[in-house]
């Protein structure tokens, strides 16, 4: 059973958007996963220019690979490295501990999390 980084069983991000490196609502994580889809974060428009100038557009649909693109408000699974990258840069979304996998804690603190946890 997976468990977030609270210790308790791992809740589902979203399901529309579908989101989770293995597009199944959650933000699971496992060997193939080389980015660590696991913080789970409601995105801002903030975060999404971010990471347009990252290099990683979030908010252009592209439907060959069924991706309808983000907007403000969705729920989605951040690799945990660009999460902690925009908490730096003070573009940190908000975040949903119950959602965010217990794997996210290699790369981010707890405190960090806390900090921008969804209230």
């Given at each position: 059973m997976a468990r977030n980084v609270l210790g308790t069983t791992l809740q589902a991000c979203s399901f529309?958007?579908?989101?989770?490196?293995?597009?199944n609502g959650c933000c699971e994580t496992g060997p193939e996963d080389l980015g660590s889809h696991t913080v789970c974060a409601l995105v801002t428009e903030e975060f999404l220019a971010f990471s347009i100038l990252r290099g990683n557009d979030l908010s252009t649909p592209r439907p060959e690979y069924g991706f309808e693109g983000l907007k403000p408000g969705d729920r989605w699974c951040l690799c945990a490295s660009r999460w902690m990258e925009a908490a730096e840069a003070g573009m940190a979304p908000p975040v949903i501990l119950e959602s965010t996998h217990e794997k996210a804690l290699e790369i981010v603190s707890l405190a960090d999390l806390e900090y921008h946890a969804l209230r």
């Open positions: 529309k958007p579908l989101t989770g490196f293995n597009r």
